[in-house]
C-alpha cells in the first residue's frame, strides 16, 4: 500500500515538474517571436512526407487554416528527419498540386518515430505503438509547446500530453479508429485478418485473451481521444465507430477528406481503343491488400480462358507510394507473387509517381479497382470516379456508406467482397454496352463534387473554429 502511494508522489511530483518547466519553455520560445500576439497551430503529423490520402488531408488543412486566419503561425511535428522543409513542401506541390505560405509554416523534426513504428512490435502492437507516441510527443511537446493542437494521424494518446502539460487546446481528425467495432467483432467470432492471426482465432483461449486486451485498449482509448475539444471524422462509418465508442455526439463532426474533383472531371480519355487498362491507386500497406488484386486477375484470366485476344488486351497498373523499407519490401514481394501466378506480363507496378504522371495514367485507364476491407473513406476511389474511371470497391466501410452506389438507375460503380465477385464486375464492365458505361460514368462524376476542395475546407474551419475562440 505504501508503496503504491510513493509511487503516485513520485509521478505527481514529476509531472507537475514536467508541466512548469514546458509552461516556462512555451513562454520563451513565443516571446522571442516578433508578434506576440501569433497563434502557434501544432499538427502532429510524424509522416507528412509520406505522399499518401491522409498527408493530402494534412495539406488541404494547412492550406485552409492559413486562407482563414492571418496571426497563426503552423508548426508541423514531423519524423522525416532524412527530408528538408523546401523538399517536404515541394513534393505536396507535386504530388497534391497544393501551394501553401511557406514562410508561416515551421517544422520541427522529432528523432524518436522509430517508436510508433509497427515493425517494431510483433505483439500488442497497438498498446506499444500507443505507448511509443506518448514518447513521441513528448519529445515534439518540449521541443514546441503550442497554443493550438491538431492530430491529424491518429495518435490519440499524444492529446493528453498537449493538453495537460502544455495547456494547449486540442482538436483532431480521424481517418481510421485505431480500434473499432468490427476489430472486436473480428476477434469475438474467431475470424482471422491482417489484425487477428489464425493460431489465435483458431484458440479459445487466445481469443478470450486478445478480447480482454482489446476491451481494456478500447477504455483507455476513448479517455485519451475525449481530451480532444473537436473530433473530425472522415466517413460515416468512422463516425459511427467514434460516436458508439465516445457516446458524445455534439463534439463530432463528420468532415469529408478533400479531394481533387474539379480538375480530374475535366479530364479526357486519351487510352488505346484496344487497352483496357484496370488501375488501383493506394500505398502499399497490409491493409490495402493488394494481394487480392492480383488474385483478381488470376480469376478474370480463368473466365477469359477461351478468349486469349481478349485477354491479351487487359493489363493491370497497381501505382502506389512507399514510406519506408518495410513497404518496398512488400512491393516486392508483390512482384513475386505476379510472376508466380505468371502475371508478370499483365500487371506493372509504378512507385511514388507524381501528380502529372498521375493524370497521365487516369486518362489512360478504363476501369479502378480498391481492396482494403473497412476502407475508412477512399481518396484514391472518389479520384478514380472524377477522372471517369469506373470503380470496383470492397463492400464495406467508407465506399459502401459514401461513395458508390450500385441501385439501378443511379449506379456510379461497383462493389465486390472476394476475387471472383471482383472479376466478374470487370467482365460485366469489359461486356457492357459503351452507353451502359458512359452512364455509370457520369453519374460517378456527378456524385463526387460533395467531396470537393472546397467543401472539405469550409467544414474542417466550422469544426476548429471552437479552439480559436
Given at each position: 500500500f505504501w508503496l503504491l502511494i510513493w509511487l503516485l508522489i513520485i509521478t505527481a511530483t514529476i509531472f507537475i515538474c514536467l508541466r512548469q518547466w514546458i509552461q516556462h519553455n512555451k513562454k520563451i520560445i513565443q516571446g522571442t517571436q516578433s508578434k506576440k500576439d501569433r497563434l502557434y497551430v501544432g499538427i502532429f503529423h510524424p509522416y507528412c512526407n509520406a505522399g499518401g490520402g491522409g498527408e493530402r488531408v494534412l495539406w488541404c488543412a494547412v492550406r485552409a487554416l492559413q486562407n482563414k486566419y492571418d496571426n497563426i503561425k503552423i508548426v508541423i511535428y514531423t519524423g522525416d528527419i532524412d527530408s528538408t522543409p523546401s523538399s517536404i513542401l515541394q513534393k505536396a506541390k507535386n504530388v497534391f498540386n497544393i501551394s501553401l505560405e511557406v514562410d508561416k509554416i515551421t517544422f520541427v523534426f522529432l528523432n524518436q518515430r522509430h517508436w510508433v513504428e509497427a515493425r517494431k512490435y510483433p505483439h500488442f502492437t497497438l498498446l506499444c505503438q500507443s505507448l511509443g507516441s506518448i514518447v513521441l510527443g513528448l519529445e515534439a511537446v518540449c521541443k514546441f509547446p503550442p497554443d493550438i493542437f491538431i492530430d491529424t494521424m491518429g495518435?490519440?494518446?499524444t492529446f493528453p500530453v498537449f493538453r495537460y502539460l502544455a495547456g494547449s487546446r486540442v482538436g483532431c481528425y480521424v481517418h481510421y479508429p485505431v480500434i473499432s467495432t468490427d476489430m472486436l467483432k473480428k476477434v469475438q467470432y474467431r475470424q482471422s485478418s491482417f489484425n487477428n492471426?489464425?493460431?489465435?482465432a483458431r484458440n479459445p483461449f487466445l481469443t478470450w485473451l486478445k478480447?480482454?486486451?482489446?476491451r481494456l485498449f478500447s477504455k483507455t482509448y476513448k479517455w485519451v481521444t475525449r481530451c480532444s475539444e473537436t473530433i473530425m471524422v472522415n466517413s460515416t462509418w468512422t463516425e459511427n465507430n467514434i460516436v458508439d465508442l465516445l457516446n458524445d455526439p455534439l463534439k463530432i463532426h463528420r468532415v469529408y477528406p478533400p479531394c481533387e474533383t474539379k480538375h480530374l472531371t475535366s479530364l479526357e480519355h486519351t487510352g488505346k481503343d484496344d487497352e483496357i487498362l484496370i488501375v488501383s491507386v493506394g500505398q502499399f500497406r497490409p491493409e490495402k491488400n493488394h494481394p487480392l488484386q492480383l488474385q483478381v486477375l488470376y480469376e478474370l484470366r480463368t473466365l477469359l480462358a477461351r478468349d486469349e485476344a481478349l485477354w491479351n488486351r487487359i493489363k493491370l497498373l497497381i501505382v502506389g507510394s512507399c514510406r519506408h523499407e518495410e513497404d518496398y519490401e512488400r512491393l516486392r514481394n508483390m512482384q513475386d507473387l505476379a510472376k508466380h501466378l505468371s502475371l508478370e506480363n499483365s500487371i506493372e507496378f509504378r512507385v511514388n509517381v507524381t501528380y502529372d504522371e498521375l493524370l497521365k495514367i487516369f486518362q489512360q485507364a478504363k476501369i479502378g479497382i480498391h481492396t482494403m476491407w473497412n476502407e475508412h473513406f477512399g481518396i484514391g476511389i472518389v479520384e478514380c470516379m472524377a477522372a471517369g474511371l469506373?470503380?470496383?470497391?470492397?463492400?464495406?466501410?467508407g465506399p459502401l456508406l459514401d461513395i458508390i452506389e450500385t441501385s439501378e438507375g443511379s449506379q456510379n460503380g461497383f462493389l465486390a467482397?472476394?476475387?471472383?465477385?471482383y472479376a466478374a464486375s470487370i467482365l460485366n464492365i469489359i461486356l457492357n454496352s459503351a452507353e451502359a458505361n458512359k452512364n455509370i460514368v457520369s453519374s460517378a462524376r456527378s456524385s463526387v463534387e460533395r467531396f470537393s476542395e472546397k467543401e472539405f475546407d469550409e467544414q474542417f474551419i466550422r469544426a476548429l473554429s471552437p479552439l480559436f475562440v
Open positions: 495518435y490519440s494518446f492471426k489464425a493460431y489465435v478480447l480482454s486486451y482489446y469506373i470503380m470496383i470497391a470492397h463492400r464495406s466501410g467482397t472476394d476475387a471472383v465477385e
